[in-house]
């Protein structure tokens, strides 16, 4: 099978020229302008862009999260993605205590198994650092999860020590892992929030006012230490405080090889959310939390001057009826909301469209950078000869109204409601095959595949 699509505007993270690129199976195979060549299928994208398919390194498909499980499965959470122009996912298996680390990925790989109708990887949420789990971690690079991800949150749940941080970092400087980190002092979120219910404090505001900006600062200040100590590159996942940032830039200036990502809701809705009437905030409860809207520009700012090198979605959906188990208790609510189908059309409209990032920024941080820091480029982040033909094909000027209506997302709401997004996904193929057709699904559940990432070299 083979396909050309014409006349478009080719996108990279460094390029932008018009040109026509022919697939032919499931690679890329020729770019060039005006190509006089035969294919099964010709897809006219003029006045469109080419893009390479987004990548999403931070989902939560079918997790387990206090007595409940996240709204999306494989097959529903990646044919959304797919709606919205992501190609890969890298979700997160989990190690729960007294678990060896293989056991999880297979958990993990059963889950997406005929299910993924995109591509997808994983990374492994480690809890609990025996001998034999460090040892363990060399096989599961070699396997190709190449990352780990660890907590500084959660106490009791997730949370790790920091000498058992210190070991895992260790450990990836021989096998060339990386650690994505969860920066939250846990310790002190979890007496701010026994005071607050103490006083009756039980709306979902309260979950944010428990989780102060410094506490995100302070953890991701520490990670960043133990990195550097430790001589290995480090990954902060969903930043949302500027205080954070600050920490990651100070880090950078020094030449640190400290990495971190934010995500569209840091960048789009803020702590005014939760006041939002009734139970309404409890829409919003993630975690780290909202921050106020002066934060927004900050983190803009960070992500055009390369401070933050990706953006990804934490997509972890719940319904409204699992948020009303923290009724009369914040901490009861599961944390996390829906987010991996509308994250290329957020950024690209409140992002490009404003003039705060370049077409070439865009196209970086929703999946060439993401790529480069998880092992997954060249065969995805880009579109040249040789790689996967994951390509999005996507319309500037195509109007869309986001709603839990109209959206494919498994969830009965959506943070964005009403917002109308200019700058849509048109037409979309998964390694050469064709997926989304005209804004219509034409994939097939199952079809993705395991990617095995590359370590550091
Ligand atoms: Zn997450």
Request: one cysteine or more; hydrophobic letters at 40%.
């Amino acid at each position: 099978m083979s396909i050309l699509i014409k006349g478009g505007t080719i996108v990279t993270a460094t390029d932008q020229y018009a040109g026509d690129v022919l697939v032919e199976g499931e690679k890329i195979t020729v770019i060039g302008s005006a190509l006089a060549i035969q294919a099964d299928r010709v897809i006219d994208a003029k006045g469109k862009y080419v893009l390479p398919g987004g990548i999403d390194v931070h989902t939560h498909m079918d997790m387990p999260f206090g007595g409940t499980t996240s709204a999306d499965d494989f097959q529903t959470g990646t044919i959304a993605a797919a709606h919205g122009g992501t190609t890969t996912i890298v979700d997160f298996a989990i190690q729960y205590k007294g678990q060896r680390l293989h056991d999880a990925w297979e958990t993990w790989m059963k889950k997406a198994d005929g299910k993924a109708a995109i591509d997808y990887g994983f990374h492994m949420i480690m809890t609990d650092l025996t001998d034999q789990v460090e040892e363990e971690m060399d096989a599961l690079v070699r396997q190709g999860v190449t990352s780990f991800k660890l907590f500084m949150a959660y106490p009791g749940v997730f949370m790790m020590d920091d000498a058992s941080i210190f070991r895992a970092l260790l450990r990836t400087g021989k096998n060339g892992g990386t650690i994505c980190m969860h920066a939250e002092n846990g310790g002190v979120i979890d007496v701010l929030v026994k005071k607050a219910l103490a006083e009756g404090k039980t709306a979902p505001k309260y979950h944010a006012l428990t989780r102060p900006v410094r506490a995100e600062a302070e953890a991701t200040h520490r990670a960043i230490a133990l990195a550097e100590i430790a001589d290995v590159p480090i990954y902060i996942v969903h930043l949302s405080a500027a205080e954070a940032l600050e920490m990651v830039t100070e880090a950078r200036d020094r030449g640190l090889p400290a990495y971190a990502e934010t995500c569209p809701q840091y960048l789009f809705l803020s702590y005014d959310n939760y006041e939002e009437p009734g139970f309404e905030g409890s829409k919003y409860v993630m975690s780290p939390p909202l921050r106020m809207k002066d934060t927004q520009d900050r983190l803009w700012r960070g992500l055009a001057f390369n401070d933050l090198q990706a953006i990804s979605t934490d997509h972890c959906p719940f319904c409204m009826k699992e948020k009303h188990l923290g009724d009369g208790d914040f901490s009861k609510i599961p944390n996390g909301a829906p987010g991996v189908e509308t994250r290329m059309s957020l950024v690209y409209d409140g992002g490009v469209r404003t003039g705060k990032i370049s077409m070439n920024r865009f196209v970086e941080l929703t999946s060439t950078s993401p790529a480069k820091i998880f092992g997954l480029f060249p065969k995805k982040g880009t579109i040249a000869p040789g790689s996967d033909a994951d390509i999005v094909v996507f319309d500037p000027n195509g109007k869309q109204t986001l709603s839990a209506k109209t959206l494919h997302m498994n969830v009965d709401y959506n943070p964005y409601e009403g917002r109308e997004v200019t700058g849509t996904t048109h037409t979309v193929l998964s390694r050469g095959k064709l997926v989304i057709d005209d804004g219509k699904f034409v994939g097939k559940a199952g079809a993705g595949s395991f990617i095995k990432r590359s370590a550091r070299a």
